[in-house]
């Protein structure tokens, strides 16, 4: 199953420089390289240009092993995500197909 996985960094005002570098090192940095793993044969995904924000595609078996992949994400609990279920273009085609199939046979 895919998914559209968006992220966005949860800002901290009171965040020191000192602070966001460790932030970085310890949790950005093998989070990013974790995803960029994940996506990066298949060029389906990146970061937002100038932003703490990105998105990318994740294939996973159920809901459960891709809320599994992200949890265990080091910046799991500093970014806000939004996640959607992709439906394969082929199924639209085949459901879109079917509904207008019968609007066809209902209109006079």
């Not at 060029?43 to 996973?60: E, H, P, S």
């Not at 806000?80 to 207008?100: C, G, H, T, Y």
Request: aromatic share 10%; glycine share 8%.
């Amino acid at each position: 199953m895919l998914y559209f996985v968006h992220s966005e960094w949860i800002e901290n005002p009171s965040e020191t420089g000192e602070e966001a570098a460790a932030i970085w090192e310890k949790i950005v940095r093998p989070s990013l390289k974790t995803i960029a793993e994940m996506v990066d044969g298949k060029k389906t995904g990146g970061v937002f240009v100038g932003q703490r924000a990105g998105v990318c595609i994740i294939d996973a078996q159920s809901h459960e092993e891709l809320g599994k992949t992200l949890a265990s994400l080091p910046f799991w609990g500093h970014v806000k995500w939004n996640v959607m279920p992709l439906e394969s273009w082929s199924s639209a085609i085949q459901r879109d197909s079917s509904a207008f199939a019968s609007l066809k046979g209902t209109s006079k």
